[in-house]
């Protein structure tokens, strides 16, 4: 059917008056060419809408009809439009044909010159013969013409050389060769383009006059016809509005035909034609209102009129066509300025159209097969040369009810069928679908565009572009994840593991095999069973078994493609917040805080929701501070298809389908992090061998449920709760971060001194310092002074300080650093003696400073703190 429903190219482009120019040699005349130029090249949307075309001085032109008919009473007409007849009048028969002719006004041999334009002109009318073209002649001169009334001579060779060329004085021009000959040829293009009017004019009511000798008994195709003709001239004479008014009429004689299944072929046809151009009509005349309520008008009138039901595809594909055309010209308005809204814009066309070329697809699979005879004469012989619009080409010419020949008619129906067969309607579906999703983003209408991307996959995947099938795919999985549409997710992520598989795409397939495996996705349990089993081949470096329903050639292709890909290592990471993979994680630190002598305790929860337990090879957690990271690590030996012994420990990464797992990590901070967080960053864990092909699975923080984000993770409400000996997974929360705070000195220290002190007196003090850890402490180091008063700014000059033993040195101190009191046993104390001397009155404040080492022990060895 793409034959019939197909717009013919000059039905499509504007139509504008022919102007035949003869007697240029392009080829070897400089002048001659650059008049040619001037008329053809630069044609701006200012100059008149004329197409010119070069002919030869003797070409002939299509034949008139020499005898015109009187009378219709016994015609009866074969069909409605004829399939040359648009192309014949715009590129074939011109308005106007324009003869060249170089000749000066002072030509030595004008006799003989004027004989030989007489005898040009004389020749293209006689290949004109009984056509209304209207005949000119331009002469091509050297000099400027001098101003009207000045130039007897030119006056009187004119008036000679119309009368020998039978023409009137307003078809015969000069066109002088000089450097404004750009404005000599606009000047006669407008006039060319009065003559063309005054053609179609007169072509219009030639056929307008036929109206009075129909009637509409056997004349009701020549209505439609005529009316389509009047129509078509007044768009070459640029009439639009009355082109448009002969088109509505056309339309309306056309809808009062009958139709039966041999001629409604013929009559979709021409009014797809004739509503195409009364849209786009009205869109021209900034009237879109119309042209809508036009095309549902056409549409409503011929969307239940199938015809042959074994042909059903042909009005599928009829309608595809003319929602796709009436979206183009909607697009083309809108880029001229018509303003579109988000509830009526072109993507609800195009895509209307693509679901008509879906169902046309299906109806091509249950109605049509190749042939298995040829048949002679070909029924389609002439398929490409039908001598009416929308006739079958076996009977062409004939509108009676019945077909003529019940037979040939069979055959014709099979070879169209058969024809229909080698069509590929993906690619035909796939830019209607496209066309729709740029309009559907373009006027923010994102669940739309969602939809018809899946569309898009779904029929790449059926032309076995499976690259781009998996790429348009992947776009919007997401999106249907989160809104928690698990059956479309479903279906789409079934075919994403197809074209996966197809084309073998580790990373691409495992994604979609671990969450095809999972608890949400709408499959049964053999089916997730029977991916889990392929996800383990894949992981174990071997080969996955074919996905059901692929064809047989594809899978052999794929099987090459898998076993290329077994020859390399493949290592990939995954980031688990893009997809739903039915392994979950959680990590909680034991508390918000820890002191700087506590260990941090770091609890990683791991359940996963598949069908048969699972073992992944290495757990890695990184935390902000890379030195913890050595830490938080399990590695598990056995490979992925190993069975459990039955000892689970921390070592071990098998993991029972909804059993939650507790891995657990300790370690001491470091000095660096005292007074700041410990958080969480990532968690990887690790599906596969390093040597072979390697998932790394990756949480960013603390992760979640599945279903959640990092940043609405549930907050952690007091421990999890354990019942029937395991851990209740939904109790469980996330705590990604802790807080390192320093560790509190136990030492006590005594200060004894009998106020006042006097001036010039070595005051005495007493410091002790009592141990009250539980361990000895050491590298004990006492510092000790009077602070400075900031507003003298004297107390190097005013004070001086002295340990054990009061004696004045050589200059003032007033401070004592890092005096080494050794070690202090448990429950020990030590005692120092202080001095001071003060040589000014005033208030005086002392301060004392103790650092000491401790260690602590741990499971992770002795730690020693620095007070």
Known sequence: MSWASELPVELQRRPTGLVGLTGLDVTYNAIHKLIWDSFYNNRRSDRVPLQFKVFAGDHEYPKCRTNKRQSYEWYIPKGILKS???????????AVVVVFFDLDWDEPLWKEKQMECATRVEIVRNSLQGRGTKVAVVLIQKNAPLPPGEDMVAAERAASLCSA????????????HTDHLIGYTIRLENA?????????????????????FLNKTTHQLLFVRHQFKIAFFNELKQDSHTALKHYKQAYGHLLDLRMHDTNLLEIKTIAGFISYKICRLSF???????????????IDFFKSRVGCPELAFEHSAWMSKQFQVFGDLFDEAIKLGLTAIQTQHPGFYYQQAANHSISRKQLCRGLCKPLTQVFQPDPLESLNHLDFYGQRPWRQGHQSIEPPDVQREKEGVMALQSLEVTVDHSWLIIPLLSSAVAQFKKYKSPRMKRFLMVQMGEEYYHAKDYNKALMLLNKVTWDYRGERWWPLLTSILDISLKCAYLTAKVQEYVSACLELAGPYVKLSNEEKTRIQMNLTRIMSNDQPEPEPGLEPSCVENARLLWQTSLESPCVFTMDVQNFVPFVEYKAMFSSETCGADQEVELQVYIRVNCQFPIRFSKLSVQLNNAIYNDYCRVTDGHGISAASDGDF?????????????????????VKDDINSQIEVSSMVLELGSETGRCALLRWMGGGGDALLTPFISPQVIGKPQIKHGEIQWNSVGVRPKTKVLPRTAKVDLDLCHQPPCLLNEFYFLSLTVNNKEDV??????????VKEDSSTNMADQLIQVCLDTPNLGDKTVNRISDIDVGTIPKGGQCTKKLYIKNLHTGTRIVFFKVEYEVSIPSRQGTMTCSM
């Not at 040359?84 to 011109?94: A, C, E, F, I, S």
């Not at 060329?165 to 002088?176: E, G, H, N, R, T």
């Not at 005349?285 to 549902?296: E, G, K, M, W």
């Open 84 to 94: 040359g007849w648009m192309n014949k009048h715009l590129t074939m028969v011109p």
């Open 165 to 176: 060329c039978d023409l009137s004085a307003k078809q015969l021009y000069v066109l002088p």
């Open 192 to 212: 060319f383009y009065e003559l063309a009017q005054s053609y179609y004019h007169a072509e219009a009511r030639k056929v307008k006059s036929h109206r009075d």
């Open 284 to 298: 021209q005349h900034t009237a879109p209102l119309d042209a809508i309520a036009q095309f549902r008008k056409h």
């Open 649 to 669: 420990t921390d070592k071990d990464l098998y993991l029972v389908p909804g059993k939650t797992k507790l891995y657990t990590f300790t370690f001491l901070p």
């Open 776 to 785: 000895d402490i050491s590298n004990v180091r006492l510092s000790f002074g």
